[in-house]
C-alpha cells in the first residue's frame, strides 16, 4: 500500500484508526479473498492428514473417499469422474463468486504517476 494516501488521510484530518477502517482494510480486501480461497482450497483438497488421523469410514473427507475408486487391478474410471466433478465444483462456486470482487479490487487504489 503506497504510504502517500496515508499521509494525505493524515493531512486531511483522519485518525489512525480512521487510515486502518477507512484506507487500509478496503485496500487490502483483495489480498484477504485471495488469502481465503486459497485457504479453503487447501483445506478442501487436504489429503495427508485426513488419511493419517481419521480412521472411521463415515468421517472420511471427499478426497480420501476418492482414493477408493482406484484399485490394484482395476479402475473404475466412470464412478471416479463423476466424484471429481462433485469435488470439484464447491470450489469452481467459491472462486466464480469471488472471481469479480479480485478484479475489482486490483484496480483500487491505484496511485497516479
Do not use: H
Amino acid at each position: 500500500m503506497p504510504g502517500e494516501i496515508f499521509e494525505a488521510a493524515c493531512i486531511d484530518g483522519c485518525s489512525i484508526y480512521g487510515c486502518f477502517i477507512r484506507i487500509a482494510l478496503p485496500l487490502s480486501r483483495v489480498g484477504m479473498f485471495v488469502a481465503g480461497i486459497m485457504t479453503f482450497v487447501g483445506n478442501w483438497n487436504e489429503l495427508l492428514l485426513a488419511m493419517v488421523f481419521i480412521s472411521d469410514v463415515a468421517k472420511k473427507t471427499l478426497p480420501v473417499t476418492l482414493t477408493y475408486f482406484v484399485g490394484p487391478y482395476a479402475t473404475n474410471y466412470v464412478q471416479m469422474f463423476a466424484a471429481i466433478i462433485i469435488a470439484i465444483a464447491p470450489t469452481v462456486i467459491v472462486y466464480s463468486i469471488f472471481s469479480n470482487q479480485i478484479v475489482d479490487g486490483l484496480t483500487t487504489g491505484a496511485v497516479k504517476g
